[in-house]
């Protein structure tokens, strides 16, 4: 069965840090281009930060660049995503998805999400 199962989320402080991951199973993810998308209640979703498949190329929002990091442990078949310096603004559930086109500047096209997400939530 193939999955994708998020992780890490939780409560914390303004300025604190969590680190969310994404493991997969039944397939591959070094194959694919991996992404992260949060929703915020009553809100749209909205891009976090992807990693590409095969030359590692990343792309942040403007909101998370400088705070947030994506990485791969492709012998683990997970992508985590390291989020430090925290707002308010950054609660919402965090969803990995996959595939789409992951370039520096954008990213788009991925398939909806596979799995339940996991809450994040930052207290001011």
């Known amino acids: 069965e193939v999955q994708l199962v998020e992780s890490g989320g939780g409560l914390v402080q303004a300025g604190g840090s969590l680190r969310l991951s994404c493991a997969a199973s039944?397939?591959?993810?070094?194959?694919?281009?991996i992404g992260w998308i949060r929703q915020a209640p009553g809100k749209e979703r909205d891009v976090v930060s992807c990693i590409g498949a095969s030359d590692g190329r990343t792309y942040y929002a403007n909101s998370v660049k400088g705070r947030f990091t994506i990485s791969s442990d492709y012998a683990k078949n997970t992508v985590y995503l390291q989020m430090n310096t925290l707002k308010a603004e950054d609660t919402a559930v965090y969803y990995c998805?996959?595939?789409?086109?992951?370039?520096?500047?954008?990213?788009?096209?991925?398939?909806?999400?596979w799995g339940q997400g996991t809450q994040v939530t930052v207290s001011s």
């Open positions: 998805v996959v595939d789409g086109y992951c370039h520096s500047n954008y990213y788009y096209g991925w398939r909806s999400p």
């Open positions: 039944g397939f591959t993810l070094k194959d694919y281009v």
